[in-house]
């Protein structure tokens, strides 16, 4: 076993273990999209970004691919952390508005706007569909293709596949295919037929203080918030101490 420490908390891990498989064992819920249980780890979709380290040493990694190491030091919800995977929910929907996955998402972390050009895509580039064909399927039937901005994912040479079955799992498991989004007509890029709340306890500390899912505390203390907004003509009054 393995000793590391998680948000602040001495805990023990198997060897072998991604930080992501330590978190989730312990009840720490990472979003990712690019990660599924059967097929290897891509890295791809960056969600999954955790901080290692202390002090001035610390880095971001991608917790589905980093491994659990003796007296690591790992920060999963850091005000940092919960920006940058904002920042990447933006992207992702600029990308592909149309998923409801992404939406929920974007509900989930309070992300209601979107900065970047909107492209429309219906491809995320988190590699899901080649890996389910190559591994669980066995065919090869798509891969990905070119580089930077120009990357996709297509069959060889851009012909219909001799190889692929049809089978649709390519499609069962894609984050932009499986589930469209069915809110009402955004303005924008944004949804929010689902909004949420984020985490208000941000507002006060560096880290998350607690990992439910919903936090209890953190509903009833955005209630009081709002109750107290409503009583005071619009004018917030809560008293965050």
């Not at 979003?31 to 002090?55: F, K, M, N, Q, W």
């Not at 580089?147 to 390519?170: L, Q, Y």
């Amino acid at each position: 076993m393995l000793k590391i420490k998680l948000n602040g908390l001495e805990v023990q891990v198997e060897e072998g273990w991604t930080i992501l498989e330590a978190a989730e064992f312990y009840g720490i819920e990472i979003p990712t999209l690019c990660h599924h249980e059967g097929l290897s780890d891509y890295g791809a979709c960056r969600l999954c970004i955790v901080e290692i380290g202390e002090g001035e040493n610390t880095k971001f990694v991608t917790s589905c691919t980093y491994p659990a190491e003796e007296g690591l030091v790992v920060r999963t919800h850091s005000k940092k952390i919960i920006n940058y995977r904002k920042l990447i929910i933006e992207l992702m929907l600029a990308r592909c508005h149309t998923s409801k996955t992404i939406q929920d998402l974007a509900s989930k972390y309070n992300v209601t706007k979107v900065r970047f050009k909107l492209k429309s895509d219906d491809c995320i580039l988190c590699g899901l569909c080649t890996r389910m064909c190559e591994e669980q399927m066995d065919a090869r039937a798509i891969g990905f293709v070119n580089r930077g901005k120009e990357r996709k994912i297509t069959t060889p040479f851009d012909i219909k596949s001799d190889v692929c079955r049809t089978c649709g799992a390519c499609m069962y498991i894609c984050p932009a295919c499986e589930l469209r989004c069915q809110g009402p007509e955004p303005p924008g890029a944004v949804c929010g037929a689902c909004l949420n709340i984020e985490y208000p306890c941000l507002d006060l500390y560096e880290d998350v203080h607690c990992y439910m899912d919903p936090c209890a505390a953190c509903l009833l203390t955005e209630s009081e918030k709002n109750k107290n907004t409503n009583n005071n003509g619009g004018k917030n009054v809560f008293n965050k101490d």
